[in-house]
């Protein structure tokens, strides 16, 4: 069978799909009525498996319940890096519009062909391609089933069809099923024929080393099959979970490690950066215009937030078997099969052709947490048993001691105001660590246990990645608003006491609660709304309609002050080239803080999959409310001490405000993600509340009473 566009040159096509151009590498059509989908972007429950589906079935006409989901491996999936960003919807998500536009086109000319009618009177219901006005006169997609057809290279010429009002209902989430019903579902709960279990004793802090152990006092409990000593990695196996729990215990007991102070002062992080070596960097500069504008007034503050833990409900797992020829099968729940590919090679010491890497769902992160670690902890610990799947379990402590941590930020601002109350000068200085240590990025594999090694790898400093590809520690901190100068200074930390990664939304996170606290510093001083002040610099039309929808829906102008009450507002594009998000936070100040409302109007252009888009909004904003009020990883001098929920507290269910979100849905527009717009501009919110209840501002998070209190006695 021929198609259209054989040899044409290609057109402009999406980033994943100019990266894996292969058609039959996404999709596959079956002549049982089935659609094979595949991506390089993973289930984190953010549902978008989903919102991926809901895009195959609209283009292609057919019933979502013919889509087969068939999850990342390396074994066939597109490479698409990471999922992360918020970029899976935007990305692979276009990536796979366009090439159902291509297959669908293929298909109605090998049905035109076939039916001997020209392309335009055919439609397509359901992967039923008909002629119009003659029913009978029929074929399908899966009676057309040739694997031959989708194997060749986008042409970027097909079109994606319009958006409609009466495109089919997307479908229910595919992922929750099962969560919901608490069938197995999770890495954690497969099991392989003769599966092992394994544990982990992590060394005891950042710096400690393994003196000596006992193996054979924990080789001799029952059910153990070996120890395996690394250097200073220390694992057991043991033929069941509770001889591995058990095992782990002794392991703990008989093994001595040498330990020292390389921790700062939990007490003074922000002093901290500013005293370490660092790569400085001007992340964007804007001139001034001639003649420069003059300010007449002057303000300066600074910011800062702590270390956060992923604090996954879930601790991390990892599952491996190696054959007697060399090859290892991993099975995690990370987010980037290839780039752990990549790193597990060099780690190893073998071709990355003799590993495969699937994904399998498991503890969320929304970022590198320790999902990459527990896999590789399998691997290395598989070794010693060829031939037998070993499933690796990390500990609460483990997940919340040795897990990446979202990095300790501290930002300096300082703005010049003219006569005409309008901000011309505005600066934006950064410390922090870099905020990405996840695989594939360096020279050397970046894994927790590859320091450990007898034949260690070099532990490396995290890094930033560029901004151009979403940035790291600079992470919106370019404004968006229309001043008529401005500077952005990035001091990148080249110590790291604690290992840092990326979490969710990376520095969005405390640059926008700066700039957005900053901006309500301004205005109140100035003597302007909140609102208005942000108006007044703002051109972009669709970050005027953010924040207009979102002072309407919280009747931000008619809100009436009562004492211990406050409402704050806050402000950004997500990464200046993702979603806009404007929020409103109201919050009650008691001996306690706690965030009663929150209304949240975002523009994620067109929206794909309505209730997956407001689930990661109200995920993200319950998110955001725990880190600004109650988390922080805690440690000494030594070690992280922060090893359990009592030490590290998480917004509880009782504590969740109402949320109320408005799309505004922009169906002619590209779609942007939604799982992490929402960090920033809600912290600000909550941070601007705080000061609107109490007439203090507080300017570290999280942000608690005792903080407050702290502020009124220095006021």
């Not at 993973?42 to 989903?50: A, D, F, K, M, R």
Request: net charge neutral.
């Amino acid at each position: 069978m021929s198609a259209p566009h054989e040899g044409t040159p290609p057109g402009e096509l999406p980033t994943s799909l100019k990266a894996n151009p292969r058609l039959s590498q996404w999709l596959a059509i079956l002549r049982e009525g089935r659609v094979e989908v595949r991506s390089g972007k993973v289930e984190l429950g953010q549902g978008i498996t989903t919102a991926l589906a809901a895009i195959v079935a609209q283009e292609l006409d057919v019933a979502p319940g013919r889509i087969e989901m068939v999850r990342a491996s390396t074994a066939g999936a597109p490479n698409e890096g990471f999922t992360s960003g918020s970029l899976s919807v935007q990305d692979s998500g276009s990536a796979l519009r366009q090439v159902c536009a291509e297959a669908r086109e293929i298909y109605l000319h090998a049905a035109a062909q076939r039916l001997e009618v020209a392309v335009d009177d055919l439609q397509v219901r359901d992967g039923e391609i008909a002629v119009r006005g003659v029913p009978s006169l029929r074929t399908s997609y899966w009676e057309l089933a040739d694997p031959a057809l989708l194997d060749r290279e986008a042409s970027g010429r097909a079109r994606a069809k319009p958006p409609t009002q009466d495109a089919p209902e997307a479908p229910a989430r595919l992922d929750l099923p099962d969560k919901v019903l608490g069938r197995p579902a999770f890495l954690h709960d497969l099991v392989l024929p003769g599966m092992l279990y394994a544990r982990v004793a992590h060394p005891p802090s950042p710096a400690a080393s393994l003196l000596d152990v006992d193996l054979a006092a924990v080789e001799a409990l029952p059910g153990v099959v070996r120890v395996v000593r690394d250097g200073s990695f220390l694992g057991v196996i043991a033929q069941g979970d509770h001889e591995a729990d058990r095992a782990l215990r002794k392991l703990k007991a008989v093994a001595r490690w040498s330990e020292r102070e390389s921790l700062p002062d939990m007490d003074a992080l922000p002093a901290f950066l500013r005293s370490q070596p660092v790569e400085t960097s001007v992340v964007d500069e804007k001139k001034p215009a001639d003649p420069a504008p003059t300010p007449v007034r002057t303000f300066q503050a600074s910011y800062a937030r702590p270390y956060l833990a992923h604090a996954s409900i879930g601790p991390s797992c990892g599952l491996a078997r190696w054959d007697a020829n060399g090859n290892v099968e991993v099975w995690t729940h990370a987010q980037g099969v290839y780039p752990m590919q990549r790193d597990l090679a060099l780690l190893l010491r073998i071709p990355a052709q003799a590993i495969t890497v699937s994904h399998v769902p498991g503890a969320g992160c929304y970022g590198h947490n320790g999902a990459d670690d527990a896999a590789v902890d399998a691997a290395l610990i598989a070794r010693a048993v060829p031939g037998r799947a070993v499933q690796v379990r990390w500990t609460r402590e483990d997940e919340l001691c040795c897990s990446p941590f979202g990095a300790v930020m501290a930002v300096d601002l300082r703005a010049g105001v003219d006569a005409q109350g309008r901000i011309v000068a505005w600066e934006h200085e950064i410390w922090s660590n870099g905020h990405s240590m996840r695989p594939g990025r360096m020279p050397v594999p970046v894994f927790h246990a590859a320091p450990l090694l007898q034949q260690a790898f070099p532990p490396q400093v995290s890094i930033n990645v560029p901004v151009a590809t979403g940035a790291g520690a600079e992470r919106n901190s370019i404004p968006e608003y229309g001043f008529a100068t401005h500077r952005i200074v990035n001091h990148r930390l080249l110590t790291m006491p604690l290992r840092t990664s990326s979490l969710r939304s990376l520095g969005a996170h405390c640059n926008v609660f700066a700039a957005e606290c900053f901006l309500d510093e301004i205005a109140a001083e100035l003597g302007a709304d909140p609102l208005d002040f942000r108006l007044r610099h703002l051109q972009d039309p669709r970050s005027r309609a953010v924040l207009e929808q979102v002072a309407a829906m919280a009747h931000w102008r008619q809100r009436a002050k009562t004492e211990g009450e406050g409402w704050g507002l806050g402000f950004a594009r997500y990464k200046n080239n993702g979603a806009w998000c404007a929020a409103v936070a109201q919050v009650e100040v008691q001996q306690d803080i706690r965030v009663r409302r929150v209304w949240l109007a975002v523009d994620v252009g067109r929206v794909v999959h309505a209730d997956g888009v407001k689930n990661q909004l109200e995920g993200g904003a319950i998110q955001t409310v725990s880190w600004v009020l109650k988390e922080a990883v805690q440690f000494d001098r030594t070690r992280v001490t922060s090893d359990r929920w009592g030490a590290y507290p998480i917004l509880r269910f009782s504590e969740v405000p109402a949320v109320e979100i408005a799309l505004l849905d922009r169906p002619q527009e590209k779609s942007l993600g939604a799982g992490e717009p929402t960090h920033g501009p809600l912290a600000a919110a909550i941070g601007n509340a705080v000061f609107d209840a109490v007439g203090v501002r507080v300017r570290e998070m999280p942000l608690t009473w005792d903080r407050v209190q702290r502020a009124a006695l220095a006021a």
